[in-house]
């Protein structure tokens, strides 16, 4: 993932017509799971194919609430939207990235030549007057070949081994994780170790992310072995997003995360750092 991660509304205007681009629509919310595909038919960015988070970029049963796909599954979903290893892929939500963000990490841990998040997604595009279309796209199917596996990953086994050596990154709400509340899963707290480093902090206030040197602050605490986890596997690559732009490489993903850490009768914490 050594290109840089992000594209402006701008860049992304001039590319559109481009035969090579593949835009995605990861637009998604998790108390309204079909808002997001809604949303899309009414408007979206021309070309936009659309990636519903539970069906299309998640497996139906695994470790946690979000399992990773069957690598197979997902590229033939990817050539059914038309997605190649050559296509130069944008993804993009109204979430300041928190659900594109794992469309980058998927494919990225695949491999893929050029995946990019939209800074500031839907909000950004629409606020800047840019072209919109709606209903849904003729697709062109292709074939997506990849001889890889999921890259980049650590399950519940080797999370345990390393509390304590290495360093845990837990992606969501600091009350989440303190265990003063918990909206989605059966136990509240945060595993032993683990530091708090909700995603959204590295936003502006206008969903668009910090400045480089503002996020390499941010983590600037941060060293050794890296690994980013949250509720299920999906705003925990939007760290390891914000910890690139940092200048903080080979961040792994714990994918099964806090639904398969509290689930599974592990030790769990609670409380501040």
Same mark, same amino acid.
């Given at each position: 993932?050594?290109?840089?991660?992000?594209?402006?509304?701008?860049?992304?205007?001039?590319?559109?017509?481009? &035969?090579?681009?593949?835009?995605?629509?990861?637009?998604?919310?998790?108390?309204?799971?079909?808002?997001?595909?809604?949303?899309?038919?009414?408007? $979206?960015?021309?070309?936009?194919?659309?990636? %519903?988070?539970?069906?299309?970029?998640?497996? &139906?049963? +695994?470790? +946690?609430? %979000?399992?990773?796909?069957?690598?197979?599954?997902?590229?033939? @979903?990817?050539? #059914?939207?038309?997605?190649?290893?050559?296509?130069?892929?944008?993804?993009?939500?109204?979430? +300041?990235?928190?659900?594109?963000? =794992?469309? @980058?990490?998927?494919?990225?841990?695949?491999? %893929?030549?050029?995946?990019?998040?939209?800074?500031?997604?839907?909000?950004?595009?629409?606020?800047?007057?840019?072209?919109?279309?709606?209903?849904?796209?003729?697709?062109?199917?292709?074939?997506?070949?990849?001889?890889?596996?999921?890259?980049?990953?650590?399950? =519940?086994?080797?999370?345990?081994?390393?509390?304590?050596?290495?360093?845990?990154?837990?992606?969501?709400?600091?009350? =989440?994780?303190?265990?003063?509340?918990?909206?989605?899963?059966?136990?509240?707290? $945060?595993?032993?170790?683990?530091?708090?480093?909700?995603?959204? #902090?590295?936003?502006?206030?206008?969903?668009?992310?910090?400045?480089?040197?503002?996020?390499?602050?941010?983590?600037?605490?941060?060293?050794?072995?890296?690994?980013?986890?949250?509720?299920?596997?999906?705003?925990?690559? %939007?760290?390891?997003?914000?910890?690139?732009?940092? +200048?903080?490489?080979?961040? =792994?993903?714990?994918?099964?995360?806090?639904?398969?850490?509290?689930?599974?009768?592990?030790?769990?914490?609670?409380? &501040?750092?």
């Amino acid at each position: 993932m050594a290109d840089m991660p992000l594209i402006t509304t701008s860049e992304l205007a001039d590319r559109l017509g481009d &035969p090579q681009l593949g835009v995605v629509d990861c637009r998604f919310d998790l108390g309204d799971t079909e808002i997001g595909r809604k949303n899309y038919r009414a408007a $979206h960015i021309p070309g936009a194919v659309y990636a %519903h988070l539970d069906h299309d970029l998640s497996a &139906p049963a +695994g470790p +946690g609430r %979000h399992p990773l796909p069957d690598v197979d599954a997902f590229a033939g @979903w990817l050539g #059914a939207m038309g997605i190649d290893g050559d296509t130069y892929v944008v993804a993009y939500d109204a979430s +300041g990235g928190a659900f594109s963000s =794992r469309l @980058w990490w998927m494919l990225g841990s695949l491999g %893929h030549r050029v995946v990019k998040v939209l800074d500031g997604g839907w909000p950004a595009w629409r606020a800047a007057g840019l072209p919109e279309e709606r209903g849904w796209p003729e697709l062109q199917s292709t074939t997506y070949i990849t001889s890889h596996l999921w890259t980049g990953t650590v399950d =519940r086994r080797e999370v345990r081994s390393m509390i304590g050596a290495a360093t845990l990154v837990d992606a969501r709400a600091a009350e =989440r994780y303190r265990g003063e509340i918990e909206p989605l899963d059966p136990v509240a707290g $945060h595993i032993p170790s683990a530091r708090s480093y909700p995603f959204a #902090a590295s936003l502006d206030e206008d969903g668009r992310f910090l400045t480089a040197a503002a996020l390499a602050e941010r983590f600037a605490d941060l060293n050794g072995d890296i690994v980013s986890y949250c509720g299920s596997g999906v705003t925990a690559c %939007h760290n390891i997003l914000a910890m690139e732009l940092a +200048g903080i490489t080979d961040v =792994r993903l714990y994918p099964g995360s806090w639904s398969d850490w509290s689930t599974a009768g592990e030790t769990i914490a609670t409380g &501040p750092d």
